[in-house]
């Protein structure tokens, strides 16, 4: 079982909206990153974003800036990736991503992370 659950990929028309949500019982540092990556088909693994939970800062591929939003629970030791605007480019599989990292830092890449969800599909028509 991987170390994250992950839930929320669908398929959607073009403008639409989803939420992915990643649940984090198992990291348990209290100085962490999480972050949304994606693959499509054919092409490499991709940031998409990135929240420090020390600092709070956030960090977005240029591809989703103003249309994703990264944000946590701490209640609920999750995390969620919401989409708006939805695009068929935005089509991919998408995996949530933890690890401790420094408090200064807001990683992009998948080499900073040990910890990863099983990955689940958006698929956005035209």
């Known amino acids: 079982q991987a170390p994250l659950v992950q839930s929320g990929g669908d398929s959607v028309q073009a403008g639409g909206s989803l939420r992915l949500s990643c649940e984090i019982p198992?990291?348990?540092?209290?100085?962490?990153?999480m972050a949304w990556f994606r693959q499509a088909p054919g092409k490499e693994r991709e940031g998409v974003a990135s929240?420090?939970?020390?600092?709070?800062?956030?960090e977005y591929t240029d591809s989703v800036k103003g249309r994703f939003t990264i944000s946590r629970d701490n209640t609920k030791d999750m995390f969620y990736l919401q989409m708006n605007s939805l695009k068929p480019e935005d089509s991919a599989m998408y995996y949530c991503?933890?690890?401790?990292?420094?408090?200064?830092?807001?990683?992009?890449?998948?080499?900073?992370?040990?910890?990863w969800g099983q990955g689940t599909q958006v698929t956005v028509s035209s």
């Open positions: 991503a933890a690890d401790w990292c420094q408090d200064d830092v807001v990683p992009m890449k998948e080499t900073a992370f040990g910890f």
């Open positions: 929240l420090n939970t020390r600092s709070g800062a956030t």
């Open positions: 198992m990291v348990t540092a209290r100085r962490k990153c």
